[in-house]
């Protein structure tokens, strides 16, 4: 009397084959490795760090995280030159440098070999990006936007889907098979963080769903990825996120970085200065030789 | 020590002038109607519905719905040509009729003068429509997709916008400033359920959160549509939530309707056929009554 | 590989038969009427309102409020002695009458032969009650206070038992399957507002889960009720809710109401003014008639 | 206009001081550490692991995880004698050993001198338990039984005190100030997974909320616990949760194990055999070590 049968949100067996057929593990060591000029993601033996400031806010900001990463021999630069924009009004908080970020972006990359993981969020971009951009971001509120999935995947660069804040695995998988489906493989995903109870306080922002982590890397083949800052929005709670996250299984954690966050341009809460970068990097070291990984 | 100032969720009365401009109320009697061709939404006076089949399958469906709500003295139509689909695979769950279905919206728009409601999702359609689409409505997926909504904006169509069940209210206000940003008054937001504890049962699959309904005539001047379909997807449960959605001050009501539920396409199980539907009808005219309303 | 049979959350038909033998509706008509002095709760005709302050005060507070239900020809009084302290500290907000408020209670039983609805917290005050008490509420804390149940059950007393506001619908009907199962019939159930992302926010404290009272009434025999008032904490929104509640089938509506709310000792944000509360009282009735109803 | 001033869930520096004068932390280093015969719980160089059978369900029962734990120099096990049943009717599903149960424990407590932590549910217990049980778990469903927490304070004994899955942080820490207002100060706090959206599927049960073990640790200096096996209800992802735990700052681990899981009387699907054990105690010590912790 009382039972439906509507296209749940749990995955089963069956969903498995017929909804997931290309993200889906086929056994247990199958695993996508996603090779970035000899820069193995995914690969047993890696956790990939993406760090750099929420926003490309100059060429000294991004030649100062460039040095700082270099110094510590990390190589990948997280950094955003688009911002989704919750309100269509610009203001301290919600400042995009746009074309001019990517110019940056490109500088770092040529003069420091910097490889970079940023945001596009229009298919109008993408064919300007080639020479700039080492893995595309897809944030969280294009995840289910499937007309730019398939332009974004037509490029064939590697890519990071975030899932977004109110979707289920179900609907992450969903999404990242619109991206396999069109034949590119070097996908990963990330956990940002999720709308639930008690989430809008004090104690954080989104709350990072670890477990998420965990199932991911049993039902997926692809490399997860997870990002505390953004979920947390608290720059004291970073560090403990991020070491939960590997230990939890994620192959690669991406956190915001800025030489003085009390005047970053925008999401300055959350951002590590360079000292608690470091601290953060001593003990991520260490968890990820325990489950004999590297840093990279 | 614990204190966070994250951009939060929360709705301020300073947000209301910076961040809500455009869709906060400036008095207790500030509401905007919606005029189609002398068909007020939004009117103190009337209850919109919006009824029809989840697709738009056939000349032959379309016909059916129009003449059943012709007969009821109703004349807005729903119908999506376009359904986003969790995953990229076609199957009968998933059947859209795309370029077809406008066609079939076309015809009865023509010949019955039905005014009709449809999902647009790419922006490449948009210059196809004008002859064929009274009121775009824009999908929950698409919420925060912003380059769309501008462009839907600049149709200058009147434009329903649907709330992510992930998005928080403060997250719609937002979107709908993008909207009105562009100039286009006429927008009216849709609340269609959202993820919550327990949601995933027997019981229901999303939740529908007719406090927000409450909450946003409060805040906003836009005129609020209730789609119970979508949230509950239990045809059983679509006449109590809808006679529920107007008690709360909704200003409409979305529903899907079909001459033979367990032959549709797509999403029959929360669809309502003739019978059920001059019932809703019959109850939800009573109600608009108490509340001093007319059902359009 | 990953599906687990874990005991879910779901209601299943199995269920209804093995875990749920007391409260599943057995047929349509199957309805649970509690039977209180002539005055009938659950019946189809009446909508039951219980109204009063949160916290019984004083005798001049109780002889106001039953003085203003008696001249709207309402008899059912809500007021609390006890009530649940989130911290173990007495402040201006976490005042209690106890003892003292049982005797406010009795005293306005007698005189103005108001019936009497309240909140018991500890077995030990049960068997000083018979006097005062026409039903016994069980807050939403105790919902899951099993032995405490039982204890409540052996009262005989006509019972009011509270969702908690993490509890899933399978939660409370197994706590309803305790008092039952001690041979106790007079048991209504009560929505209170569940935890949900987005409530902790300016727009409501919890969500009033209105999908719920739809989902009871069909799956149990046993008359519902709805808090609106301890759901939104909003006095502004429980008019709204409370005529939305009584439209999607609920049999009552449990509201606080207080001659100078400003004043009130406690949880003063959602409690009417007498005005306020003529108002609700008025569209209620107009509600309930509408559904062949009268508000009792 | 919208905004409210109610009793929220967020915590803020003046709740730390009239709210929870006794669970904050005063300063950095401000740590409460629970001596049992010379195992300190809480301490800086320790990570305690509760282990041990859902349901105590025979002698041989416990004798054989008592040398399980003893063989790796373990002494902590966890066993239910008294289990909530969310229905009244017993089943093999919920099999209680009760006082039975109670002499099992105290038998290897005697012979194996193993320390004990059992949940009791009603006062009437807790005077025969002196010999028998070294920390009293209170459960999820009775957090909010104040007069319980009182009564269990009372018996001086140190306690655990469970998470609610629908509570926030802020009913968790208020539930703690009832047991220490007592002046029992021998607390510690568990985490054990949160009703969230999407949780009621493949994926898992609850949504073990490690954000919340870094945040008691920020705000509280009570030792905190994690119960990653009740969260997730899945055996093959306790160990990674287990890891992420301590990762994140968790005191302590609770799990559950059995010689034979498949024939285990309750609770099988996320209790560990003797190998996923030991293979977990393995990686465990690693990540320990790496904090400069040990396990005890």
């Not at 908080?93 to 490109?106: M, P, Q, S, V």
């Not at 990359?109 to 993981?117: A, F, T, W």
Request: aromatic share 8%.
């Amino acid at each position: 009397m009382i039972e439906n049968k509507f296209p749940g949100k749990d995955i089963t067996s069956e969903d498995l084959k017929t909804k997931f057929p290309l993200c889906n593990k086929k056994n247990k060591n199958h695993k996508t490795v996603i090779n970035i000029d000899g820069l193995k993601i995914g690969a047993n033996k890696n956790i990939v760090l993406f760090a750099g400031p929420n926003m490309v806010e100059s060429y000294k900001l991004m030649t100062s995280v460039s040095k700082e990463l270099l110094k510590n021999k990390l190589i990948f630069v997280r950094g955003g030159a688009f911002k989704p924009l919750t309100f269509p009004y610009r203001s301290k908080h919600y400042y995009e440098t746009r074309e001019k970020g990517l110019e940056f972006l490109a500088y770092i990359r040529k003069k420091y070999k910097c490889k970079i993981i940023t945001e596009i969020m229009e298919s109008k971009y993408l064919d300007k990006i080639g020479d700039i951009v080492d893995i595309i971001q897809i944030g969280a509120r294009n995840m289910q936007n499937y007309p730019f999935l398939i332009d974004v995947a037509k490029t064939n660069k590697p890519i990071m889907l975030k899932r977004h804040f109110g979707a289920s695995l179900r609907d992450l998988l969903g999404a990242a098979e619109y991206i396999l489906n069109e034949g590119n493989k070097n996908l990963m995903l990330c956990e940002r963080g999720i709308v639930a109870p008690h989430t809008h306080s004090a104690v954080s922002r989104y709350l990072l769903d670890i477990t998420a982590i965990v199932a991911l890397k049993e039902i997926t083949h692809l490399p997860v990825i997870s990002d505390p800052s953004h979920a947390c929005f608290n720059s004291r709670w970073v560090k403990s996120l991020s070491l939960a996250s590997t230990a939890a299984g994620a192959d690669g954690i991406m956190i915001e970085i800025h030489p003085d966050p009390k005047n970053a341009k925008v999401d300055n809460l959350q951002t590590l200065n360079y000292k608690q970068f470091r601290d953060l990097l001593k003990s991520l070291k260490k968890i990820a030789k325990t489950l004999n990984k590297n840093v990279i």
